[in-house]
């Protein structure tokens, strides 16, 4: 169901997009639209998404967020939520990321699945997602809300892309079963630091299962994950805040490397 | 502290361990308790052990995350004895009332040793290469000290907080895992609880096991071949209660599971 109008909707794409594009805070849009349904923050999403269509841009895969039980216990939510990658969100493994592009950009350790068949929800489950997985590379997502501090509500980041604003992918592939993925280890090191460590679990109990839940989240509105599709999982550690000159390296249990250093 | 004094305070905790009571904080009452001092306190209250019956199997180390050393304000690990009374094996209950005070758990990368290992001079090759095969564990650290009001001090003289533990029964070759980032992955009563990886304790369990070697070196004590030591906890730790279940399991490794009574 929706509450606002289409105008409403095309006029809060357009905001938080130029929030993204031009790297400035806002105030939650919540603020604003305390009515504002589920449907309406997955509809500026999606106008967001469409605008980037729109003006040439590809969309080159998914992520899911808020995939920890302790996170969406905190965000008083019982569903994860999801956003796009658009084709410019993609940094080279060990590259320089600017960090004037962004606002308050933070780094989180994740794996990413790569389909071979299509997902289609309703009822999709974590069989379904090992059979259709083509692989598995590690993955580090940065996220930086347009929201001042972080601090948003569930439809809020939903809007928002869900925080969405670049990734990196390296390391080795792995067929899922090759991986133990409930306990496959990562170690984050920030300037040489180790700064967390985690293990797949920490992703809604499997890592495969937030795939899953993207696919049944995706049947709400009749789209599915088409084969091909890249999925980011969600973080396996808390995102951990960085700074200009700040340089990371994730270390994933049998799949290597992803690297990067924020300039 | 003179040597009556560290032989008393190594009683009153022999005495703490065998009837399930805590003692006040020894930094509250000997403030001039130096390290040294504390792991003297610590070698007597061994002795009084092993003279009532206990045999050494090996050793624990303690304090091996930054969070608890920042805690501690420490900058490096602490370690204690284990004795035979302090093992347990897969299906066995652990016995919490009547035995520990305050117990928490924690998941841990267990060591076995094939060869012994002298310091000072180890590194981490002398300790894989001394290694026969690496086992997942809980440990259950337990405080005679009263309400866990710890200096590192008093948790040094308290056998490094150790309580029990029960290791898991997949033994593999160190040199069949990454031991560095290795995940961890505990459940509570059927729930994930927390998640980890090797490099939560001082950045490899190796590193752990080859301090404790050199660290040992300077009292002249070897780790010997046989003996069982525990490399730290790579997850926060867990308070527990009879009728806890929990679960360990650690990629590349397996798991091991104990129920508390």
């Known amino acids: 169901m929706n509450n606002l109008t289409k105008q409403e909707i095309a006029g809060l794409a357009e905001h938080l997009e130029s929030a993204e594009l031009q790297a400035f805070e806002v105030t939650k849009i919540t603020d604003e639209y305390p009515d504002m349904t589920y449907r309406d923050a997955f509809d500026i999403q999606w106008e967001i998404r469409r605008r980037k269509e729109a003006r040439g841009h590809k969309i080159v895969g998914m992520k899911m967020g808020l995939t920890s039980w302790a996170k969406m216990a905190q965000m008083g939510v019982e569903q994860p939520c999801y956003g796009f990658l658009a084709d410019y969100f993609a940094v080279a493994d060990g590259a320089d990321i600017e960090h004037d592009k962004l606002i308050h950009p933070k780094i989180e350790a994740e794996l990413a699945f790569v389909t071979k068949e299509p997902l289609k929800g309703p009822g999709i489950h974590i069989a379904d997602v090992l059979r259709a997985t083509d692989f598995i590379m590690p993955a580090v997502e940065i996220i930086d809300s347009r929201y001042k501090d972080f601090k948003f509500d569930l439809k809020s980041v939903i809007a928002d892309n869900s925080s969405s604003t670049r990734f990196i992918s390296g390391g080795t592939m792995a067929k899922p079963s090759d991986l133990d993925l409930k306990n496959l280890g990562v170690v984050m090191e920030i300037n040489g630091e180790v700064v967390q460590t985690g293990a797949g679990a920490a992703v809604l109990g499997h890592p495969a299962s937030s795939v899953a839940m993207l696919a049944n989240m995706l049947a709400e509105r009749d789209e599915e994950i088409p084969a091909g599709t890249f999925i980011m999982i969600g973080a396996i550690t808390a995102a951990v805040q960085v700074n200009k000159g700040d340089n990371f390296c994730v270390r994933y249990q049998g799949l290597g490397t992803v690297s990067g250093k924020f300039v | ?261």
């Not at chain 2, 004094?5 to 904080?25: H, N, R, W």
């Open chain 2, 1 to 261: 502290m003179n040597q009556s004094t560290i032989q008393l305070c190594g009683d009153e905790l022999f005495e703490a361990l065998q009837a399930s009571k805590s003692v006040a904080p020894f930094t509250e009452r000997y403030p001039e308790i130096t390290i040294d001092d504390a792991y003297h306190i610590s070698l007597r209250f061994l002795e009084r052990r092993v003279t009532a019956g206990a045999r050494v199997i090996g050793k624990k180390i303690g304090i091996t995350s930054k969070a608890v050393q920042q805690a501690l304000k420490v900058d490096q690990p602490d370690f204690g004895f284990l004795t035979d009374d302090m093992a347990f094996s897969q299906g066995e209950e652990m016995p919490i009332s009547g035995k520990l005070i305050a117990p928490k758990a924690e998941g841990e990368v267990a060591f076995v040793l094939e060869k012994d290992l002298l310091g000072p001079g180890i590194t981490n090759a002398d300790v894989l290469a001394a290694t026969a095969f690496v086992l997942p564990c809980f440990e259950v650290v337990d405080s005679r000290i009263e309400n866990w009001q710890i200096k590192i001090q008093d948790t040094i003289a308290d056998n490094a907080s150790c309580g029990l533990f029960i290791l898991g029964d997949k033994a593999v070759s160190p040199a069949d895992v990454d031991l560095s980032t290795c995940g961890m992955v505990v459940e509570k009563n059927g729930q994930l609880l927390s998640t980890g990886a090797g490099a939560a304790a001082l950045g490899s369990p190796v590193n752990c096991v080859t301090w404790l070697a050199n660290k040992l070196g300077e009292y002249g004590i070897p780790l010997k071949a046989g003996e069982v030591i525990l490399s730290g906890s790579l997850v926060p730790l867990e308070p527990v209660a009879p009728g806890d279940f929990m679960t360990v399991s650690i990629g590349g490794i397996g798991s091991a599971s104990v129920r508390f009574t």
